[in-house]
């Protein structure tokens, strides 16, 4: 008897974990994921018919911080406000968006309202969905065929933001993922978007993957192709630990890196530019160019792998590649 | 003048600085080709040809190149081609193993050695030994340059130079005696 | 001494190697007959190549004729695959262009153009770019990226537009690049390849 009490015991705090686990599931496996965020994701492909979201960073409370840093000199600070009291609070901090090269400065002013009590008994209407409460802080809206997780639209910010989110989709799906709001600017020019350390990844999933980035840096392992990505600054790396390309690879980049590993099974025809090319892998170079970019001489190669059989074209503006053994 | 100037000219399918180039390249030309196909008249219509490729191709070439490199570059590929083409010209990579390992031959030269005799001595040589060492001792090519155009591995070059080397130093060495 | 040190010293004298005059007078002449023709020998021809030319035509009929059908098949193959709703499909659909097919055909440049105004994906578009740089020469095509200069906000696909007029010495391209200059919703890095290219410009 105590036994069977012990068990029941366990199997009801595995179910509690379970309900614990904070994971918004959506049935949604025919169409495609479109993604409008910055923020951290590290997604993996798996065969089933759910989009799985669990955030794996510790929740925020109802209006609390706000941490906003700048990545200049003057003028940029912290600035966190938790508000417990009624009244509106009023800050005021400056942005600075910037990548390497890029800096706007401009000032702008910040409204934090604290209405929790009124909105007690009620739930906020329409089709955004607002899952703060599972951790998720963007929102997500289902329009027939295409799943949309979009950033809620912040006033102009750089946010280093601890947020990380782990996203299961079925391999069945179709993945479009930009790293800034889905539309490059709004009417004021300005331009936003998160950063944390970690690259956001996509991991073992076999279904056609676009990505555009800005200065965020991308991680690829396992991705079957074809795969379409675009970077101004951030660097693309590429593993493949138990699969190899079998689909188109195109990637372009400004002037971030690209980091490629080559399984010896695959069958790769690779046209790739760069400032220069770096390898240890047995390709056969069919040609080999200097070419001008204009103002800056960048490497350009035709190089065969095997047979030949997939193509890859890799562009890395005036970064440099990396295509490495496995 | 210079060759900035002359490369934009040539650019512009002038005539004068397209004879000035193929005067002041054609020896270099010629030695380079004569050296893998060790036959002067087939090396004078080759270079002769690869000027004609080259200035048909220099509007890819940058001002500031250097004209010689290139130049030398696609005549010793065109020649590579040809010789290849031909049926004692053969380094693969399996040879490795069928070939012996030659007695080492003291790399020693003795004053009386003529500049002549080494070059006769390295033309003797057999097409694979001669192109590797021409092109590591006088083209200045490195092993892993040789082994692209040759399109062999780096190592397989390393063991041919050897070999060869052994090959000219004997030749050498019966000539002075 | 060795035999690398004796090489090495004695460099000029193994490379030294001489054209024959021979070689020499020869090669003006072959220079003249390639790259030099002068028009009034073309004339002297002319009757010669008139009559080759007619028959020349017939058989290119017949060939033609015969080959319709497979070169249509080919592009038809493109354009369908230029117009397909997948993203990887487009950008293969380009890749063949530039790698195997690249012939100046009126119907799949328009498509090209097409694509380089409407498209969604910023690969796809680049990937066009370079296809229809192909051509330099066609003025459609040169009026097209004027024009999409002006349209284009996506910063890496006007990157490669400025880069392309840079190449093209397109100084119909002027304005348009002032305009980007001067515009402050334009990124930094945009700004600075822009004024770049108008600097190779006006050279």
Redesign the interface.
Known sequence: MKYLQKITVILIAFAFLGLNAQEKKIKFYKGTLKICSSKNFQIEGYDGDEVIIKSLHEKKGENSVYVVNGFRNNGTYSYSNSSKNKLARVGKAQSISSSS???IVKGRLVFRSNNSERKKGLIKLGTKSNNSDLGIYFTIEQNGDELLFKDQSQVGFIMTSNESYLVKIPNTL?LNWKTNNCK??DRS?E?RFFSSKNPSSLSNFDG?T?I?S?VNNIKLKDVT??V?????GGNVTVEFEKKYPK??Y?I?S?NGFIDMQIPNKSSLMVDVIGKSVYSDVDFKVLEEEEVN???QKTTKMKLKFGAGKT?M?L?AGFGEVFLRKK | MNTNQLIKQCKQ?N?KA??EV??AY???M??AA?RILKNREEA?DI??DC??KA??KIHHLKEDANLGGWLKRIVINKSLDIARSKDNFIITDELEILENEPEDVE???SIS?T?ID??NCIYKLKDKYSTVLSLY??EDYNHREIGELLNIKESTVRNQFRRG?QQ??KLIKNKEL | ????E??HQ??T????????SK??A???Q???D???QPKKQKVVFLKFIAVAASLGLLIATFVWFNNQPEINKKQQQLLSNLENE???KR??GV?TFNDEYAKEDDKIIETLLSILHKDE????K??TIDALLKFPKNESIRKSFIKALEKE????VQ?KLI?AV??LRENRAQKSLEKIINS??T???VK?NAT??MA?IKK
């Open positions: 090269s890029d800096s179709k490059d600017r020019g331009y056609e676009e555009s800005s192709g074809p379409v990505v675009n970077t101004i689909n188109l195109s372009y400004n970019d204009v103002w193509k074209k562009n | 399918n005539y397209q004879i193929y005067n054609k020896n270099m010629l030695g004569l004078e270079v002769q000027f004609i200035f048909e790399d020693e030269i050695t500049v080494i070059k001792l006088i080397k000219l130093l | 001494m060795k035999l690398k004796f090489i004695n460099k004298a193994i490379q030294e190697e001489k054209m024959s070689a020499d020869n090669f003006e072959l220079l003249k390639k790259l030099h997948s993203v990887g950008l293969e890749y994906n910023t690969n796809v680049i990937a906000d996506v910063p890496l990157i880069k840079s190449f402050e919703q990124f930094p890095i600075n770049l290219a190779e």
